[in-house]
Nanobody, 119 residues
Framework: QVQLVESGGGLVQPGGSLRLSCAASGSIFSINAMGWYRQAPGKQRELVAT???????NYADSEKGRFTISRDYAKNTVYLQMNSLKPEDTAVYYCNLAIATMGGPYDYWGQGTQVTVSS
């Protein structure tokens, strides 16, 4: 059983910063990538950033230059440093773990952590 435990969300003023963390535990054998997605009220879940096992990163255009994803491979933990936050960044942020299995790729999701950007 794989578990993803997220932390670091909260309320922050516009222009502020937050750092999200997601620790993966359990029977994890072959990780393709870890990443963050978000879902705002009334909207679909969207990509924020991902990082592969090889260290390649991918960001949504709206986050480039403001957000930084990183990973501690030894701890199976992924981080999202969010700077210059805007009200439109308000959403539930979900951690994603993409693994390879005998039956093909499989995604695990965290429970989500709320990020609210408001004055």
């Amino acid at each position: 059983q794989v578990q993803l435990v997220e932390s670091g969300g909260g309320l922050v003023q516009p222009g502020g910063s937050l750092r999200l963390s997601c620790a993966a535990s359990g029977s994890i054998f072959s990780i393709n990538a870890m990443g963050w997605y978000r879902q705002a009220p009334g909207k679909q879940r969207e990509l924020v950033a991902t990082i592969t096992s090889g260290g390649n990163t991918n960001y949504a255009d709206s986050e480039k230059g403001r957000f930084t994803i990183s990973r501690d491979y030894a701890k199976n933990t992924v981080y999202l440093q969010m700077n210059s936050l805007k009200p439109e960044d308000t959403a539930v942020y979900y951690c994603n773990l993409a693994i390879a299995t005998m039956g093909g790729p499989y995604d695990y999701w965290g429970q989500g952590t709320q990020v609210t950007v408001s004055s």
